[in-house]
């Protein structure tokens, strides 16, 4: 069965400061897709950024970069110059061949004045 | 602007009814999920669609039925519910293996 792994429950940050969040993944396939989506208090479900795992380049939106490592099934996101509207839980997923997602179990994000 | 809905967005029923939960996208997107969001498990896939009349088991799906009956409509019913069926509720859609977009949710209690 594949997997997704997200190690850290909760990351606490300072305004302004970055922080970086884990996440690791099993898979057999080498074409696939893997995504950062934001979950705030309101329960939507915002899609942060994306990867083609067929891509070298790391994926940048504004603040929110990720550092893909395609052999070691590693996808971290990085959020930089964190903001307050930045709490949130984080989810990593990876889609399969079909389309479907599987998410791991989220990353609380704190940040502090 | 194309949109996903979900209806309605809070429901609470007893046990043993029939419950049905609606997904409504004007994406015209082919791929359409079912998930539930539980405490520590993340989002768990339910029922997923690829066109009209395709329909498919996901992870969680004893005691959940969908049917597809046109692009823009895939939904959730419990057929008997029950307790461990409490839950937040997320319909998606997408149109290829790519990026999903998510319904507001629905938030079923089942007393």
């Known amino acids: 069965a594949q997997t997704v792994t997200q190690s850290q429950p909760e990351m606490s940050v300072q305004e302004a400061e970055t922080v970086t969040l884990s996440c690791t993944y099993d898979t057999s396939e080498s074409d696939y897709y893997l995504f950062w989506y934001k979950q705030p208090p309101s329960r939507q479900m915002i899609l942060v950024i994306r990867q083609e795992a067929y891509k070298q380049q790391n994926a940048t939106e504004n603040r929110f970069s990720v550092n893909f490592q395609k052999a070691a099934k590693s996808f971290s996101l990085k959020i930089s110059d964190s903001q307050l509207g930045d709490a949130a839980m984080y989810f990593c997923?990876?889609?399969?061949?079909?389309?479907?997602?599987?998410f791991g179990a989220g990353t609380q994000v704190v940040v502090t004045p | 602007d194309a949109e996903i809905t979900q209806s309605p967005r809070h429901k609470i029923t007893e046990t043993g009814r029939q419950v049905t939960l609606a997904c409504h996208q004007t994406w015209n997107h082919n791929n359409m999920f079912w998930y539930r969001q539980d405490l520590g498990h993340g989002l768990r896939l339910i029922h997923y669609?690829?066109?009209?009349?395709?329909?498919n088991k996901g992870e969680v799906s004893d005691g959940y039925s969908v049917s597809r009956s046109n692009t823009e409509d895939l939904p959730l019913t419990l057929e008997s519910a029950a307790s461990s069926q409490t839950s937040v509720y997320f319909c998606?859609?997408?149109?290829?293996?790519?990026?999903?977009?998510f319904g507001p949710g629905t938030r079923l209690t089942v007393l």
């Open positions: 997923a990876k889609t399969d061949s079909w389309g479907k997602l599987q």
């Open positions: 669609s690829y066109g009209v009349q395709d329909t």
């Open positions: 998606a859609s997408s149109e290829n293996a790519d990026t999903q977009y």
